[in-house]
């Protein structure tokens, strides 16, 4: 098994200095939208026609000490920025750009207050719940041939894994504009991403214009759970993905990722939960 160096325990940062490093972090991306030499991938109302993978999670989460309405609030932002994302084609050698594309969000456009998670806290602020988005979006990469050119990790692992039917640290984590999710189509084929918001999903779908030569399996290995020396809890894992032909058999075996966050609730249960558990 793979073993962990310590997590150092986060620190605070004055008010002050986090404006001026969103500030100086936020320029030094405009410059590379800019001046970066990026190809980036634009909308199209050209339809492709094969499918490669598709993925839904549910819209409406009850999530402990959260208020429904920033789910449902939620919900809303996500049609805006989905409206946003629908029918991207990525051609070969193009970028596809999170927030080059969504760009920033603000009342004006309509966003409202959603969920946002700060320090491993859950929070309001406008446009919160996007994550949503830029997890669905990873997950479904993940299962194609395109490459993952810049993913941020989740740091905190604030919720525990009742319901999960992805691999922890299978996610990617947002925020404006320097924080992206970008992906790039070092192959010969076309992609486009197709998205839905439903009543009650919101469905991804990688499409191609050539047929699935091709599948992915995305798989954890290296899973631990750590006692800090400051007092709290880390999680680490591996992300993985196996190769496969159409006829089922294994042609390769990727690294995807390397995963470490600081867990915001007690990997324990209390005694008595244990044993109504077992």
């Not at 992206?180 to 992609?191: E, R, W």
């Not at 609730?265 to 044993?275: D, G, M, T, V």
Request: charged share 20%.
């Amino acid at each position: 098994m793979k073993i962990y160096n310590s997590t150092k325990q986060p620190k605070n940062r004055s008010r002050l200095r986090l404006k001026l490093g969103v500030l100086y972090y936020r320029l030094k991306r405009y410059a590379v939208w800019a001046f970066g030499g990026i190809k980036f991938a634009e909308t199209n109302d050209n339809m492709l026609t094969n499918e490669h993978f598709s993925h839904q999670t549910p819209l409406l989460r009850k999530l402990k000490d959260v208020d429904m309405q920033l789910q449902y609030n939620k919900a809303a932002n996500l049609r805006i920025a989905v409206a946003k994302l629908n029918s991207v084609i990525i051609r070969p050698g193009e970028t596809f750009s999170y927030w080059q594309l969504i760009g920033k969000p603000t009342r004006r456009k309509g966003y409202l207050l959603g969920m946002v998670l700060q320090n491993g806290a859950a929070q309001s602020g406008i446009g919160g719940g996007l994550c949503q988005l830029s997890n669905l979006i990873y997950w479904t990469t993940l299962h194609t041939s395109l490459t993952v050119v810049e993913r941020h990790r989740h740091g905190y692992d604030v919720f525990p894994d009742a319901d999960r039917t992805q691999p922890f640290g299978s996610g990617a984590t947002c925020f404006y504009n320097y924080g992206d999710l970008m992906i790039k189509n070092n192959t010969a084929q076309l992609f486009q991403l197709k998205l839905e918001v439903t009543e009650s999903h919101l469905k991804g779908t990688w499409m191609s214009d050539k047929p699935l030569d091709c599948r992915y399996e995305v798989y954890e290995k290296a899973h631990l759970i750590k006692s800090e020396y400051w007092g709290g809890y880390t999680r680490h894992n591996l992300i993985r993905r196996g190769v496969y032909n159409l006829n089922g058999v294994l042609i390769g075996d990727e690294f995807v990722a390397e995963n470490h966050a600081i867990m915001m609730y007690s990997p324990l249960l209390p005694e008595k939960e244990k044993i109504c558990n077992q």
